[in-house]
């Protein structure tokens, strides 16, 4: 099945995710490069990189991804801000590079009033400021929809894509859908739409979460794997589905090291048990 991990800290290091990798059984990861409500980073010395990919390579734990700071708006109605955050994607983009990482999920912004149109062309101008000329994949997350978010739709997400001068991908949110009324019951016929419109080849990334909001609350509460209102089965539709083999599944479900390695275990049992039958 595809490579299936969770967030995780590296306040104890770089080279230390890889050690929770697998404490908790999982294949792959995802972390913060940066401050994720701030623009802070800390300066990660080359000998620790070193170490962490000498442990990447020991034990095969790849498709790794990095998460943009949440504080990043590229359509923000302050051009100080959208600056800031061209430059610190730019910053990630570097960092990364030197991880050997390839994909990198941004949440494309909120207009602040501006209007949807105009922040879909600031987020195109912004993202074009950005250099992935090292084959860095850049993936624009579906978002929920709260207050002024962008990216909670499929067009708006193939302007983005079909607009931006350099080559862009999709990190699919499973609570993120959910809560902008995607209905996973019936997860295939958003996938005809998205290959109409987009193109599956683009979903590069997929997290993996339930959702403590109702259907269509255009509000993001991650709950824990089955527990939510989405419910195992329709979390399956995603996480199993023939169309979306090979991506990494990332966890962003509120549990500890613990919790993470029970739900790892619990998709990976029903996955097996599905392929017997």
Known sequence: MNRIGCHLSTSKGLHKTIEQCLEINADTFQFFPRN?????????????????????????????????????????????????????INEDMKKIQDMRINHYVLHPGSHKNQGIEEGLKLIVEGINKVDVSNGQMICIETMSGKGSELGCDIDQIAYIINNASIPLYVCIDTCHLFS?????????????????????????????????MPFGANKDRHEKFGKGLIGEQDLFNVVFNERLKDRPIILETPNDLDGYKIEIEEIRRNFNELRQN
């Open 36 to 88: 994720p409500r701030g623009s802070k980073s800390r300066l990660i010395p080359k000998k620790e990189i070193d170490k962490f990919l000498e442990l990447r390579k020991i034990h095969n734990i790849n498709k790794i991804v990095c998460h943009g700071a949440y504080t990043m708006n590229l359509c923000s109605d302050r051009e100080d801000l959208r600056k800031l955050a061209v430059k610190l």
């Open 180 to 212: 902008s009324g995607i209905r996973l019951d019936n997860f295939d016929d958003y996938l005809d739409e998205f290959d109409k419109k987009i193109g599956i080849d683009k979903i590069k990334v997929i997290h993996c979460n339930d959702s403590m």
